[in-house]
């Protein structure tokens, strides 16, 4: 049996709580967050603390509850209006089921000390999509952990999360995180850090990116900062043969990451 | 000089077509298009017909005269209000210039007969984002030619046009195409087709893309169609090594695109 609770009001606290959590700075002090969809909603993994779900009436009534219950047995449900649920809704056209779930935290430490990591880290992406396809793209490279500067996108931003396809939950991604202090741990480490910049001395592929290495991509519009770029063990750049003076921060991204999987397949480390 | 005429109605004829070129079937049927920002404009190669451009007044008091008449000598310009500007714009915040265009027609048969070409073929592809974006790592790659299957969102959408970066107007990119004849076309002239499919048969590094070849990515949701697949010569795939089920369609291109620049510049082919 599912736990069901109606709510009818939109001045109900949970009500208010969902509204509140697209801001940033209420995310940030709740450590919250608001999954939405059903394909997102079974996405999250037995590991995360979610602490409760809101479904609109409709989905509830064509709803598989079955498989809700198998995925979710023991969880708080609140059930509202169709027409609430587009109210406190971040998409146009509301599947009726989201998930409050609290941001995981991950231990850094742990993290750097695996053995042959592959790390990405993302300085100040500024754009929602960017940042959730270059997540979605490290999760399908295996990559071992993403480090965000602070100054990027939240991730917990609405479109971050949807542009992930999910794989937020899939691997873990550490939030505002000082690259000076990072990048000199993960170099005591010996993991190398190579930096994509248009001023890069050597080609992505002339690099060895088989060993621990952590790959360092910088903003959209400025690329990686003077201050971070100096700290990388080398800088690299991709060929452009065209007309293009630049590709999309996470077109260049994507393409080093899968050049790293390449190499490592073919080293037989992973 | 610059030949400026003072549009002020809304109801003038140029007027009346941009914004009718907001429309596909208006661009099929008229041959134009809309190119707007300054960024963009100033992409617009020589051999361009260029109709007409539009200035707000702002625009005109700010602009660098002297390049734009180097550039675009004895061009027949309209002078409109910010409040008609902002009306025919496509952008929130608009820079205060566009030009109308004709859209360009190019040679396939001499296309296909370059030597060792590297041509993209894309399948349906649905989100203008992923177009423009494909375009402008093709452009970035020296890609020969980008051809667009039928059902493809237009090139010509102004969506399209921006996340180009202005690559739109760097290499040949065809439109409405057959993949059924033109990959026989192709096929024929010793260029083989690489079709990305998540049940290919061969990674993509394990693939000779150093020769004359096709790479064909489908559509985002449902891939490439049976139909075209089951043409490719080899269908190929990219490892996935997490939890992702898929990575984003121009991600998927890209990663391709640049596998086939690594192998061509080590094989000294370009």
Chains 1, 2 share one sequence.
């Not at 971050?160 to 396809?165: G, K, S």
Request: hydrophobic share 40%; proline share 3%; glycine share 6%.
């Amino acid at each position: 049996m599912i736990d069901i609770s109606n709510i009818t009001s939109a001045q109900n606290k949970y009500i208010k709580q969902i509204t509140s959590l697209k801001s940033k700075k209420e995310r940030d002090k709740t450590k919250l967050f608001v999954a939405e969809g059903e394909r997102l909603v079974y996405e999250i993994p037995k590991d995360y603390n979610i602490k409760y779900f809101v479904l609109s009436n409709n989905y509830l009534n064509l709803m598989n509850k079955d498989r809700f219950e198998k995925n979710f047995p023991d969880k708080k449900v609140f059930l509202i209006s169709e027409e609430l649920f587009f109210k406190i809704s971040d998409t146009v056209t509301p599947q009726g089921i989201l998930a409050v779930c609290e941001q995981k935290d991950f231990n850094k430490n742990d993290i750097i000390k695996k053995k042959n990591p592959f790390f990405i880290l993302l300085e100040k992406i500024n754009d929602p999509g960017n940042l959730g396809t270059l997540i979605r793209t490290a999760d399908a490279a295996g990559v071992d952990a993403v480090f965000l500067s602070s100054g990027c996108v939240d991730l917990y931003n609405n479109k971050v999360i949807r542009a992930t396809m999910g794989s937020i939950f899939h691997l873990p991604i550490i939030s505002n995180i000082d690259f000076n202090i990072l990048i000199d741990n993960l170099k005591n480490n010996n993991i190398d850090i190579y930096g994509a910049h248009l001023k890069g001395t050597k080609y992505h592929y002339e690099i060895k990116l088989e060993n621990g290495c952590g790959i360092l991509i910088g903003n959209e519009a400025n690329g990686l900062s003077n201050e971070i770029s100096k700290k990388a063990t080398t800088l690299i750049k991709i060929p452009m043969l065209g007309k293009a003076e630049s590709i999309n921060a996470s077109i260049a991204g994507s393409i080093l990451i899968y050049e790293a999987v390449r190499q490592r397949i073919l080293s037989k480390r992973i």
